[in-house]
């Protein structure tokens, strides 16, 4: 490993190391526009100049182009790198607009920091600006061309780490232009990476345009509930209104990188206006102790008349760890057999085998997909079940492997060669072999988890799941012997259901009430409730999921639920009352009103959410990369 120093600092690092990247590791900033942990480098803004004052290589240099080499002698404070520095800062503004005030990227712009922090204060360019038309490229991105800097960032990761055609660069020189051939909507499902990934303004997000400033934000380490794959993400709140989401780094899923499904969909549910907001009884607005005890009452009484294990109890994909792990103590307390945590029994089937058939040892991460050299596709529409997983494949093929479908040809970003079955596919030559399959064609790819390898590591397996805390459901399942609501109903024992933040196909409950209904979006199963108790959104709370791979993650509160600033419009102006919760503030974790139940039915109070193995997940850190459960 290369030794050197940097402003008198001795470094060791890795063989192939920039100096860019060799200063970062101890601290050192150096500035820098165009290059990314993600994209590597370009070499193409010149503002990460340092002075090589000895060894092999002398004189000033670009830090992010230059590999670090034995016995370097480093300065990024020399005079004549700061002064590199500071003019390059002073030529990019010589076009660029004097917009901060009005830009949305304002207070979290690299310019803006680049530009005090290199001393370019003072503008001595009078000449005339030159200007852009910009783009318009659709409903999420707005695009103002004019403050590009010329860093490349945005079409090096739409071209060639996302793949997307319909982007790029045209022009030379100083009349480059970054956009498309004519206005219309970006297609890549990637595209709003856009927005993360530019160094000024060009890019913003149009969702949440012109209406917070980086410092008014409320944020927290979250973690994505569109699909199984479980992307950190960072929400962005104001006046309790989630105005946008921000990818947010995890080298062990999903890297720097979000899909457009995650970043523009989520927010709607969770800010709309007519979600439930107050605990309800037939139609009518009631107390939370009204609504409590009503459910106790219905349930004393429904035993009354038909005896134990006439309630079912049902749980969902989309609940949070914590209210899980209480609904087997409700459900004893109940008298009713264990909870229903999946619908559909053939799901359940499904999911469960997945989940039980991993193990540490062949259950493959996003970081596995992206280092592999062979990669089969079986049995799912990743574009349409888990659109990162796409990019994880993507990358991995642009590094040399093999990708590979069972069956069809699927959409990908990337050669892929269709084949008839798992014996077409060269795993057992390959050093770092992946499967990828929906949960209906693990039982397949599991046999070939012991196929005798001629070389490298066995075959490991990524299996997508259908909901964000599907992994969660299936080892409660599992544990408690669970049986499906659609096994539950055919049994013709149950009288009532209770419903915690699930989707209840009206079907199954076309012909036995639906007692009550725990949950934060409108659905089918809250209108057909007879009591509905609202629950905090996963933006309003704390709490732990387990994605696909087995990896538990905890994501945090962002803002206090309530109704949002924005869309009080229905109802005019909000009332002029002194309160301490604002209106639609009443909200309760899920985790929180099964307990208030198991109390109300005799049950003890609940200290602690996760107990026994789950124990270590408590104080799990929600900006880490999460931990496998296999270590527990």
């Keep these: 490993m290369p030794k050197l120093i940097i402003d008198n600092i001795p470094v060791e690092v890795a063989e192939g190391t920039t100096v860019l990247e060799a200063a970062q590791s101890v601290d050192i900033p150096i500035p820098h526009f165009c290059w990314h942990p993600a994209l590597g480098k370009a070499g193409a803004c010149r503002v990460c100049a340092v002075k090589m004052l000895d060894g092999p290589v002398k004189g000033i240099q670009m830090s992010c182009m230059l590999p670090v080499m034995e016995e370097m002698v480093v300065s990024t404070t020399d005079p004549e790198a700061m002064a ?5 800062i002073e030529w990019l503004m010589i076009n660029h607009p004097h917009d901060c005030p009005v830009c949305d990227e304002g207070g979290e712009c690299q310019l803006q920091d680049y530009t005090i922090a290199g001393g370019h204060g003072i503008r001595r360019y009078t000449g005339t600006k030159r200007t852009h038309v910009n783009q318009q490229l659709g409903p999420y991105i707005e695009h103002e061309m004019n403050r590009c800097i010329q860093c490349y960032r945005c079409v090096r990761f739409y071209q060639e780490y996302a793949g997307g055609t319909d982007f790029g660069v045209m022009g030379s020189a100083g009349r480059v232009y970054f956009g498309r051939f004519q206005d219309g909507p970006l297609e890549s499902p990637f595209s709003g990476n856009l927005v993360d990934i530019c160094p000024t303004g060009v890019f913003t997000d149009k969702t949440a345009r012109f209406r917070a400033r980086y410092w008014d934000y409320d944020m927290a380490p979250s973690i994505c509930q569109e699909c199984s794959l479980g992307c950190s993400i960072t929400p962005v709140a104001r006046y309790r209104e989630l105005l946008k989401i921000i990818g947010r780094r995890n080298d062990a899923v999903n890297a720097w990188f979000i899909c457009d499904r995650g970043r523009f969909s989520a927010a709607t549910p969770v800010n709309n206006p007519l979600r439930p907001r107050t605990p309800r009884i037939e139609g009518r607005e009631a107390g939370w102790d009204s609504a409590l005890d009503a459910i106790v009452q219905r349930v004393s009484e429904l035993l009354k008349n038909h005896g134990p294990g006439c309630i079912a109890l049902v749980g969902s994909q989309r609940l949070s760890l914590e209210g899980m792990a209480l609904l087997p103590e409700l459900s004893t307390i109940m008298l009713a057999d264990a909870p229903c945590y999946f ?3 053939r799901e359940r089937v499904q999911t469960s085998a997945a989940v039980t058939g991993l193990t540490g040892a062949i259950s493959a991460s996003m970081a596995d997909i992206r280092q592999a050299d062979c990669i089969a596709i079986v049995d799912v529409d990743l574009m349409a079940e888990a659109p990162m997983m796409v990019l994880a494949v993507r990358q991995a093929w642009r590094s040399g492997a093999g990708v590979y479908s069972i069956g069809e040809t699927v959409d990908l970003p990337c050669e892929c060669t269709a084949v008839a079955t798992l014996d077409d596919v060269p795993l057992a030559t390959a050093q770092r072999p992946v499967i990828i399959c929906g949960t209906s064609g693990f039982t397949t790819a599991r046999q070939y988890v012991s196929l005798p390898m001629a070389k490298g590591e066995p075959v490991k397996i990524s299996c997508i799941l259908p909901g964000p805390n599907s992994f969660s459901a299936a080892l409660f399942s599992h544990e408690h012997a669970a049986i499906s609501l659609e096994q539950a109903i055919s049994s013709g024992r149950i009288k009532g259901i209770i419903a915690v933040e699930a989707d209840i196909p009206p079907e199954l409950s076309a012909d036995i009430p639906v007692i009550a209904a725990l949950d934060w979006r409108n659905t089918d199963t809250v209108a057909a409730a007879q009591i509905i108790l609202p629950t905090t959104a996963w933006a309003e709370m704390d709490g732990t999921c387990i994605n696909n791979e ?12 309530g109704l949002p600033v924005h869309g009080l419009n229905p109802a ?6 002194h309160r301490t919760i604002p209106p639609g503030g009443d909200l309760r974790p899920a985790w929180q009103i099964i307990d208030e139940l198991i109390v109300r039915m005799g049950g003890t109070r609940t200290t602690e959410q996760l107990n026994g ?20």
């Design 572 to 577: 005019g102006h909000p009332s002029h009352l």
């Design 343 to 345: 619908c559909d029994e």
């Design 550 to 561: 087995g990896r538990a993650q905890h994501f945090r509160k962002t803002m206090n639920p």
């Design 613 to 632: 193995k789950w124990e270590k997940l408590r104080h799990l850190d929600a900006e880490g990369d999460g931990l496998p459960i296999y270590e527990l």
């Design 84 to 88: 590199m520095r500071r003019s390059v």
